[in-house]
């Protein structure tokens, strides 16, 4: 695969993606190994949905990740790892080291009656294992399902039931900055709710040593499976369009859906725009600073750089510990030349002052990569200068779990970076912006609802055990679209900006959370009648939850009462869920068809006191100068 060289050459790539995409595609894909050619480059429509890639082909994800770099790359380290702690001894893994560590979990797994098809559910810290245990999962057809492991109990036994995992792999701990987390014990109180009951085996992975609790008809150590297997296991033939994993991620109703990649099409494209985004070249280090629990990870952490034979930096910890500048340490110590976060990251950094950055070097520094949220121009500038010196191009990636690799985005010093823009769509990604009535809005200067007109080969299949859930969520409201549930504006030479959300979904430090979901978590707190969550403007986390509660009474201590109310929160969702801020109110607007005016609410919670339009229409008006006033 050529990367791109220019703009000319962009604007010609770009046209012909668009005009011949299954031409486009047919010559992208000749480039990987396949077990059997596809008859078909593309078979499509948005109304069931029913979306085909290389219809027929026969490959497996990890033979183009591992067996197709050796023996030349037998050597090249294929990624490294810095640990939690800059005191424990760092790893690393060559591609043929990855090859065999692959393969003897694959063995592992298979001696376990794990399966083509079966899924595997991962509750696992950033260690090297969970990479090779997800590609060994891959290598024999299983269907991995990752839950970031910052996720509560219950949300991950309401994952492993929606999906009916098989197995777990989990390890014993995790060390996260300065906290000691217990994993075990979380998979082991989900797998006590009734709905865990398909689990036979926890593959528990070492990690810190401390003492776990043992189950020895279901529990099996890591270390006492994996080093006697064979170092060889034969590839699973995979269908193009065999599952290869599920993604819970959260919309706007309902509990969070398994998002469903399948195989032909995510390798094809998460290589591609990994390869073309970041204009990778040999010697170069690619770091991503995002979790494995998330599709950034699994994309650009796991599959992209393997893929394309890349070397990158796994890293265990969190930016702030053991200080502030540990991002740039790492920085210098790797020579990382392309370094990918999120602005969220960015505006925690820039808050502890320039001291932090200023002691490191950061010469090697060639990409500069942002992704989760728009980012505002204060932290674009800060990154720009205090990281990039000034001389590396950033690329803002929109994109989303959904579409499995990046959308919109600058190519790394071949199209210009704007600040705050994600920019241009990638070669093959059509996207339009719709006014709210579904008419496609033309030329530049408009704002609209950004919707993907064409398939491109990532695009999501289903949602797991539930399609009729993707074909409303996705494909219904703009029929022939797929629908983001993002708006952006197109400016000259049609350059997009993001602006956010236009459904019930935020964004809290590049983490996405429904506010249904949240608000059926308060809900279970005894002394809650009900609540509406909404997100408001946070100088740090891009967008904070706001909840207004409605109590059974107000002759309570308040300050007991929000605490436990967060409380709930954690214990439902997980600690990232938790409220930065908690009204108490008597009632909440509500439209005569008893729905909630969140228009409202959101504007109280950013802080506005005026422009509140039309409340008459409002079952209970005088509630609003309530909540005005309450405003916390
Ligand atoms: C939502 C998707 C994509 C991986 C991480 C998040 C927002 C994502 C950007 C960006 C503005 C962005 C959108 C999108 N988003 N990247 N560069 N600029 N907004 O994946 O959890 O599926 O969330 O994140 O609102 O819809 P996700």
Redesign the pocket.
């Known amino acids: 695969m050529e990367l791109i060289k220019d703009t000319a050459q962009f604007e010609e790539i770009y046209h012909k993606s668009c005009h011949q995409p299954e031409l486009f595609w047919d010559e992208i894909a000749s480039g990987f190994t396949w077990k059997k050619r596809w008859d078909k480059v593309l078979s499509w429509n948005f109304t069931e949905p029913n979306i085909h890639w290389f219809v027929n082909g026969k490959m497996n994800i990890t033979e183009n990740c591992l067996d197709r770099h050796l023996p030349e790359k037998s050597d090249q380290i294929a990624f490294y790892w810095e640990p939690n702690s800059p005191d424990t001894s760092p790893r690393s893994f060559t591609y043929l080291s990855l090859y065999q560590e692959v393969n003897k979990v694959a063995n592992s797994l298979k001696q376990y009656g794990i399966k083509k098809g079966d899924r595997i559910c991962f509750y696992m810290p950033m260690v090297p294992e969970l990479a090779i245990a997800i590609l060994a999962c891959a290598r024999i057809g299983a269907v991995h399902s990752v839950v970031f492991a910052g996720f509560s109990a219950q949300s991950l036994a309401d994952r492993i039931e929606d999906s009916q995992c098989k197995m777990v792999i989990c390890s014993d701990y995790n060390d996260r900055g300065a906290k000691h987390i217990a994993v075990k014990q979380v998979v082991d109180d989900a797998l006590q709710f009734p709905g865990c009951q398909c689990v036979e085996n926890v593959l528990v992975y070492k990690n810190t040593g401390d003492e776990v609790t043992w189950y020895p008809e279901r529990d099996l150590w890591w270390h006492d499976v994996v080093p006697n297997q064979s170092n060889e296991c034969e590839a699973e033939s995979m269908d193009s369009e065999d599952m290869l994993f599920i993604l819970y991620?959260s919309g706007s109703t309902g509990k969070p859906k398994g998002v469903v990649h399948t195989c032909g099409g995510y390798m094809v494209y998460t290589s591609y725009s990994f390869k073309q985004v970041f204009q990778i070249n040999e010697k170069d280090l690619y770091w991503c600073t995002a979790d494995i629990g998330?599709?950034?990870g699994h994309s650009y952490i796991v599959y992209g750089p393997l893929l394309v034979g890349a070397t990158s930096l796994m890293f265990e910890g969190v930016p702030t510990y053991p200080d502030a500048g540990r991002f740039w340490e790492i920085c210098d110590k790797y020579n990382v030349t392309h370094f990918y976060t999120a602005p969220t990251a960015i505006r925690a950094l820039m808050a502890y002052g320039n001291s932090f950055v200023e002691k490191y070097q950061l010469k090697s520094l060639k990409v500069l990569g942002?992704?989760?949220?728009?980012?505002n121009e204060e932290a674009w500038h800060w990154y720009n200068e205090k990281v990039g010196k000034n001389r590396c191009p950033i690329v803002?990636?929109?994109?989303?779990?959904?579409t499995g690799g990046i959308m919109i985005s600058t190519l790394a010093g071949i199209t210009p970076s704007i600040p705050s823009y994600?920019t241009k769509p990638l070669p093959g990604i059509q996207p339009v912006l719709l006014s709210a009535d579904g008419i496609e809005l033309e030329g530049n200067e408009v704002e609209g609802l950004l919707c993907i007109k064409f398939p491109w080969p990532s695009i999501l299949r289903t949602t797991y055990g539930d399609h009729e859930r993707c074909r409303q969520t996705y494909f219904s409201l703009y029929p022939g679209y797929y629908f983001?549930?993002?708006g952006a504006k197109r400016y000259k030479d049609g350059n997009y900006r993001?602006i956010?959300?236009v459904d019930d979904v935020i964004?809290v430090s590049?983490h996405?959370l429904g506010t249904a979901e949240v608000e059926n978590a308060i809900n279970r707190h005894p002394h809650v009648v009900e609540s509406a969550v909404v997100g408001f403007p946070h100088d740090i986390k891009g967008q904070g939850i706001y909840a207004y509660v409605i109590p059974v009474d107000f002759n309570i201590d308040e300050t007991i009462l929000k605490k436990e109310i967060a409380e709930v929160v954690a214990k439902q969702i997980g600690a990232i869920a938790k409220p930065d801020k908690i009204q108490l109110v008597s009632g909440l607007p509500k439209t005569r068809s008893g729905k909630i005016m969140r228009r409202i609410l959101r504007k109280v919670a950013g802080g506005e006191t005026e422009g509140f339009g039309d409340v008459s229409t409002l079952l209970n008006p005088e509630i609003v100068e309530e909540i005005k006033d309450g405003a916390v």
Request: hydrophobic letters at 30%.
């Open positions: 991620t998330w599709i950034t942002s992704v989760g949220e728009p980012i803002d990636t929109w994109w989303q779990t959904e994600a983001t549930g993002d993001i956010g959300r964004n590049g996405r």
